[in-house]
């Protein structure tokens, strides 16, 4: 009865009925204002061109020509490529890496709780910082890893400076950086294991790689699925450690989605067609999103 | 130790204690891939120019990088200290009051079901999509609202960014509130924004605590937007620290002593909230 008068606003007095609404409206008026204005002026955008002249912007209306820059971008094909296997090849990393820490961890009996600390300290970094660490750990003279090459007797690499491999040493950053993530949603989840199951199963003779691959992967199996959607969609973000560590290059070859909209924006000053590439990038993004929580839904996650 | 030893050792450890000490092998290497490259730069942080570039394992420790990095005319490291520290904790003040009140209102209110799901999807949308694409709109509109590279900007697109998983964070910490508890006070005779003042509110601190917290670190953190939206004057940290690595002329040991700078604030959280950040990011992520 109560909880029903609390549930119904005009059963909760004035009070209750204008709570209701002004407790809401900082939210909704926040973003309507930044996100949801901005989205309709980013459509406006793509369809646009804008110059800047007499202290005032400029608009005109110019779909085809933006259409075009699509066509006549020379970094358009190397940038999916680049993302593309970025996104495959760093996820598929980071996600063994963060299952097998997490199992790992959660098998210990003592000092669960250090390890996890340790092991997140990545994801509260200043991506910027790990941008200038990884940067001196490459350099080509007195990096870490030169240093270690050279110890087992191998010769120098260019980590940064090279096309080939350019792009692989943002994949290892991005993996250093967000395996912690992986691990902290699989931890929890391994964590919530039911112990009744596991001491069942123990009981009835499984052994070791029985239990993992019978009993608790297929239990992981959502928790994996979220943290995979999550990653695959998130990794399209990377933009800092990119933009300190090669700007995309050499060249176009360490381009990826985020930088290349930088550029076409902030250096290219192409406000109309990087518009129109943000929208389509938006598409991928939330059309990924989209077909990913299909799966979440079907595999039984929250 | 030499061969006979190893054999013997093999010999009498069971396959269990092997592979127990092969996980004990892998905690520890991952240990060393985490902290590892924080001693490094630490390590260089404190080296002079020639012993930095000869990479010397063993050297003389300076503070002149530390000294280099805060009284710098060049970077305004200080200055950007003081604008970092303003906008995280301008812009976590609002997010965390906005967001509370929003989430506690779709929890406990008759919201029709196409209102709370639109709310989800939208800032769950916002939430995935790049930034660096709504950057451009939020430039051009901040230009001609005279608001380009000022603290105003970054404060306001902080809280917008960092609303989303606020809001999440805070639902599910009201959904954690037993409704037995709001009854009994509403019974008493409180109304629901007096119920929610002294009874809910009290309940959910640490989800105010998690909140306030990661939305601190995101906001200090933040580079996209603080990097387009200001120049000299409103420049946060990550831009000054990112100045360090992209001026023409390198200097590798101001550089290691900004990073090392730069990531202490998340690091003293980290050690004194670190119960709410774990709490805040594992149902920031799986909400």
Known sequence: MILRDLRDPRGGGIAGATFKY????????????????????????????ITFADGREHWAFTPARNVAALASDPGLAATIVNTLLFVVVAVAIEMAAGLALALLVGSLTRGKGVMRTILIVPILVPPVAIGNMFKLMYNYDF??????????????????????????????????HWVPFVFLILFAAVEALPVDVMEAAHVDGANRWQMLARIKLPLLKPAIIVALLFRAILAFKAFDEVYLLTGGGPGTSSELVSLHLYRVFFEQNQL??????????????????????????????? | MNASARGL????WTPAARTRALGLALIALSI??????FIWVLANSFKSPIAILTGAWSFTPT????????SSKRSDFVHALATSFAVAAASTSFVVVIATLAAYSLHRFAWAQWA?????????????????????????????????????????????????????????????????????????????????????????????????????????????????LTSQANATVPVVVSKFANDYEVQHGPMAAASILATLPALALMFFGQRFVVQGLTLGAVK
Request: net charge neutral.
């Open chain 1, 22 to 49: 002004w407790s809401v409206a900082p939210a909704v008026l926040v973003l309507a204002a930044l996100t949801v204005l901005p989205a309709l002026a980013l459509l406006r955008m793509s369809v646009s061109t």
């Open chain 1, 143 to 176: 990096g870490l890893f030169n240093q270690i090459l050279v110890a087992v007797g191998l010769p120098a690499v260019s980590w940064l400076g090279s096309t080939s491999l350019a792009l692989w040493s943002i994949v290892l950053v991005d993996v250093w």
């Open chain 1, 272 to 302: 109309g067609y990087g518009a129109l590439l943000s929208v389509l990038t938006i598409v991928v993004v939330l059309s990924l999103l989209g077909a990913g929580r299909r799966f979440v839904v079907g595999a039984g996650a929250p």
């Open chain 2, 9 to 12: 050792a093999s010999l009498t």
């Open chain 2, 32 to 37: 060393l891939i985490v902290v590892g490259p």
């Open chain 2, 63 to 70: 503070l002149d990088n530390y000294v280099d990095v805060l």
């Open chain 2, 116 to 228: 709370v799901r639109a709310m989800l999807v939208w800032t769950v949308a916002f939430h995935v999509i790049p930034i660096i694409t709504m950057v451009g709109p939020w430039y051009v509109a901040f230009r001609a609202l005279g608001l380009y590279d000022t603290r105003t900007a970054l404060v306001l697109t902080h809280v917008v960014i960092n609303l989303p998983v606020a809001l999440w964070l805070m639902m599910s910490f009201f959904r954690a509130v037993p409704p037995e508890i709001e009854e009994a006070a509403m019974v008493d005779g409180c109304h629901s924004l007096a119920a929610f003042w002294y009874i809910v509110l009290p309940l959910v601190v640490p989800g105010l605590v998690a909140t306030g917290v990661l939305a601190f670190i995101f906001s200090w953190n933040e580079f996209t937007i603080a990097l387009n």
